[in-house]
């Protein structure tokens, strides 16, 4: 088995400001994912990459930036923080089309 | 674009009792279809997946499609209170990549 992990667990940052969300795989999954889960609630794809510098993006990718450096790693960068965006980012990986996808155990962020 | 829909928003439920869980979707060219669960502030994990027309049992779960109708549930049999969590119906195209669209989610709670 695999394990996906995110950094940090917790972020806290002032409106406005540039932050960035990390998140690693051991998996070797060629595709891995950003979403975003509001209080409760469904998950929205930000922005996927299907291969390392790849980027491809999702249904929320406004306000986002991603970047694929290697194929275990995908960071996000929120760039420039809202109150209305506080939420769990979750980061996921998946194999082969149509496999599962698995997730991390997300970064909750707070805008202050 | 594709738009899921689960029904209902919560649902309690006996230990024991059979619970069905709904979901609708969109987009008549999607090919594989996905229940994820997701505890309080744990990781969504799959469940179990199908992409014919018919059912799949797995132990105490069951999942139906219907393609037709663009509707496919989940059902549990005998409930437990280890059962409650959220319930994610998700949805994937037979492209390159796993991408998934949620639904906002099911509050299953079981009472002892």
């Known amino acids: 088995g695999g394990i996906i992990t995110q950094t940090p667990k917790f972020l806290i940052g002032q409106e406005g400001q540039k932050l960035t969300l990390k998140c690693q795989q051991n998996?070797?999954?060629?595709?891995m994912y950003w979403y975003r889960q509001d209080s409760g609630k469904g998950l929205r794809l930000i922005y996927y990459?299907?291969?390392?510098?790849?980027?491809q993006k999702g249904d929320l990718s406004e306000g986002y930036d991603a970047s694929r450096e290697k194929k275990s790693s995908f960071s996000l960068t929120v760039t420039s923080a809202q109150k209305n965006e506080m939420a769990v980012f979750l980061c996921?990986?998946?194999?082969?089309?149509?496999?599962?996808?698995?997730f991390g155990k997300g970064t909750r962020l707070t805008v202050v | 674009q594709q738009n899921v829909q689960q029904s209902p928003e919560s649902l309690i439920v006996p230990e024991g009792a059979r619970t069905s869980l709904n979901c609708t979707f969109s987009?008549?060219?999607?090919?594989y279809f996905w229940w994820y669960r997701q505890h309080s502030g744990k990781a969504p994990k799959a469940l179990m997946?199908?992409?014919?027309?018919g059912e799949k049992e797995e132990g105490r779960f069951t999942i139906h499609l219907n393609k037709a109708s663009l509707h496919f549930s989940l059902h549990i049999r005998d409930s437990q209170p280890s059962d409650s969590a959220l319930y994610l119906c998700a949805v994937s195209h037979n492209t390159n990549t796993g991408k998934l669209t949620f639904g906002d989610g099911t509050v299953l709670t079981v009472k002892p």
């Open positions: 996921a990986s998946s194999g082969t089309a149509n496999t599962e996808v698995f």
């Open positions: 987009d008549s060219a999607s090919q």
């Open positions: 997946s199908i992409f014919s027309n």
């Open positions: 998996f070797n999954h060629d595709t």
């Open positions: 990459s299907i291969t390392e510098n790849d980027l």
